[in-house]
């Protein structure tokens, strides 16, 4: 191990002034954060070019010393944008690699670049800049799934299908209904994004390390330069906190559940046993040695994906709940959690738009198994108060004995002769056969919200024009 008299590593050229020596091996690789910062570099870069502009704006740096700044890092960002850019670990993190390819491009003027702020408010602003374009992109993404659903609600508003509970069979819905329940469920993941985007909407930069600074820096200047609303109003908190990533995180939970779900239901759909929908070989893997097999992997890997982005949003929260303000290096271990459950959710989400635009819906299927299970008792009951004037609880028994009788018979409800019905009731006429079809049981149900036709016409209509 590293002692002073042998040591012959050279110190940190950051801040060498107070080190004698380098960080021993295994301090460089548990510190070093570049190997997945560097993801950082526009947002570094253009926070720089704002400082740096207010910097001479506010005759704190000379506009030449500024000149040279900005071109410089715009040269840097051509070099990392077309991989010629060499990161170094010894460098730390992607602020110091930028910073000292920056000396190495201008010389001494690089050296006034870090006035009146810190790599605290720097990576806070970094991290903010990448976050608020992540949900901005998530927004977009989500108002993609959503018209695909609108489209396919439209398609099959009037196909009838089961609907569940306990996965079982329960009422006769319209499948144009379910997907409505998806659009909802997105719309309501949306708004939740755009509601993030205007909490992190304030500009780090200029918090310093914790304490501000007494340079007469402008911070509104940066924040408008940077797209922000605001600056942030206290600067301990802009170091301390990261609860716009641990948003984002929770964002990508929920949406993610979500779209766990749908994948859930498009797995027991396509099966044959279920048979509803069919996924094209666009979204299916066969199998290696069962010729018959198509899998649908894509909706698993959806359904797995938000395993993960739950585990990121649970290191985060961990990460982050016992630290004291202001920073702490643990903080360092945010980015990671989040650039991985970024990447999961915008995979998810694009392979469940595509899933929706791609799966073929077998109507015929779906009316079959909407009509099993005496899935029309409760209109039948319905019936019985309506026209016989039952109480709903006498309804409700009489229909029993109905589906006993049918069940008996091994037949469905509309099958049971009038005969059979009237023994069990004898107020039962005719008439009762018009509500024991699937389509009569969804176009009755024209509650708002309900799954009737018309009304599912309703809250497509209501979706497209927010759309
Ligand atoms: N790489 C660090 C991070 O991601 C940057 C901030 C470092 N600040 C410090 N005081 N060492 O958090």
């Known amino acids: 191990m590293a002692d002073d008299t042998t040591d012959t590593k050279s110190s940190n050229q950051m801040w060498g002034g107070r080190f004698a020596s380098g960080p021993d091996a295994i301090m460089e690789e548990i510190n070093a954060s570049i190997g997945f910062d560097k993801k950082l570099f526009a947002q570094d870069i253009r926070g720089s070019i704002a400082h740096a502009t207010m910097l001479a704006h506010q005759g704190i740096i000379s506009a030449e010393d500024k000149d040279k700044i900005v071109h410089g890092l715009n040269t840097i960002l051509s070099e990392i944008e077309s991989g010629n850019f060499e990161f170094s670990r010894q460098l730390e993190d992607i602020h110091m690699n930028v910073e000292a390819r920056l000396a190495t491009l201008i010389g001494p003027a690089a050296g006034r670049l870090h006035t009146a702020r810190s790599r605290n408010d720097q ?54 209904h379910h997907c409505m329940a998806y659009v909802e469920m997105f719309g309501r993941d949306r708004s939740r994004v755009r509601h993030a985007i205007e909490h992190l909407d304030e500009s780090p930069i200029g918090a310093a390390a914790l304490a501000g600074t007494g340079y007469p820096i402008d911070r509104h200047m940066t924040a408008k330069a940077l ?50 929908v069919r996924l094209s070989d666009a979204f299916s893997t066969g199998s290696s040695i069962m010729p018959q097999k198509k899998n649908p992997d894509a909706a698993e890997l959806v359904r797995a994906k938000t395993g993960r982005i739950n585990g990121s949003l649970v290191a985060l929260l961990t ?12 903080m360092q271990e945010d980015k990671e959690q989040v ?15 595509g ?19 005496y899935s029309t008792a409760t209109d039948l009951a319905d019936w019985l108060v309506r026209e016989a004037g039952l109480p709903f609880r006498d309804a409700h028994h009489v229909t029993g004995r109905a589906v006993a009788l049918a069940e008996s018979k091994g037949c469905d409800l509309a099958e049971l002769p009038l005969s059979g019905l009237q023994a069990i009731h004898p107020d039962i006429t005719d008439k009762v056969y018009d509500v024991l079809t699937v389509e009569a049981s969804v176009a009755s149900r024209k509650s708002f919200g309900g799954t009737a036709p018309s009304e599912v016409r309703n809250q497509i209509a209501f979706w497209r024009a927010r759309n």
Do not use: C
């Open 339 to 353: 650039f991985d459950a970024a990447e999961s959710l915008e995979l998810a989400i694009a392979a469940m738009t």
């Open 123 to 176: 990576v806070a602003l970094d991290f903010r800049l990448w976050v608020k374009e992540e949900l901005q992109k998530t927004e977009q993404m989500l108002t993609g799934l959503i018209a695909a659903f609108l489209d396919r609600a439209e398609e099959h508003a009037e196909s009838v299908m089961p609907g569940f509970t306990h996965l079982q069979t329960a009422q006769p819905v319209t499948f144009g």
């Open 227 to 276: 797209g922000f609303r605001e600056p942030t109003r206290n600067s301990i908190d802009t170091v301390s906190d990261r609860d716009f990533a641990i948003e984002f995180l929770s964002i990508a939970a929920i949406a993610g559940m979500h779209l766990s779900r749908l994948a859930e239901e498009i797995v027991i759909w396509s099966t044959p046993q279920f048979g509803f």
């Open 355 to 373: 899933m929706v635009r791609d799966m073929t819906v077998n109507t015929a299927r779906m009316k079959a198994a909407a009509g099993s299970g």
């Open 319 to 330: 990460i982050m709940k016992g630290l004291p303000l202001a920073y702490s290096k643990d």
